[in-house]
């Protein structure tokens, strides 16, 4: 399955949140040159400035990845059902470990609420292009959730 641009930028988006310090100023430098035509190449050339990025980045990618297969199944079974029925030899292969990324679904579930379709390049902009990448990834993701809650 290939990635969309929009599952690239999240993943960036959200690598970018992860890190606990702000970015070294020769990799910050190299995102303020981002503009409004950033493309998938853009942001892979940039998660590899950074090994702390790419390996946040990479473990996104393969996060979302299995979340959109799992999506791509279809409806999950009746709990009910399940529980119910002992005759089933079926073994359930859903489960996802992200432990080392505790607050990503619930961080991607509010973007994505708050980014209209194909929106993300103008999202990730805003953060490309401050001072402070990481700082500007959270002050524009809290704010978009924040919004969402005024909203809902």
């Known amino acids: 399955m290939k990635d969309t641009q929009d599952e690239i930028f999240k993943a960036f988006i959200a690598a970018i949140l992860q890190q606990t310090e702000p970015l070294p100023v020769a990799v910050q430098s190299e995102f303020n040159q981002i503009d409004e035509t950033c493309t998938v190449s853009d942001i892979l050339r940039l998660t590899k400035l950074h090994p702390p990025l790419l390996a946040a980045y990479e473990n996104n990618r393969v996060w979302l990845r299995k979340q959109s297969n799992q999506r791509n199944k279809g409806p999950r079974p009746n709990a009910e059902f399940e ?21 990503l679904p619930e961080i991607l579930n509010r973007i994505e609420a708050q980014v209209p379709p194909r929106g993300f390049r103008e999202f990730l902009i805003k953060i490309l292009q401050a001072k402070d990448s990481v700082k500007a990834s959270r002050d524009t993701i809290l704010r978009s959730i924040a919004d969402g809650f005024v909203h809902e």
């Open 83 to 103: 529980i119910n029925n002992t005759t089933n030899t079926e073994i359930d292969n859903t489960a996802s470990d992200i432990r080392d990324l505790p607050d």
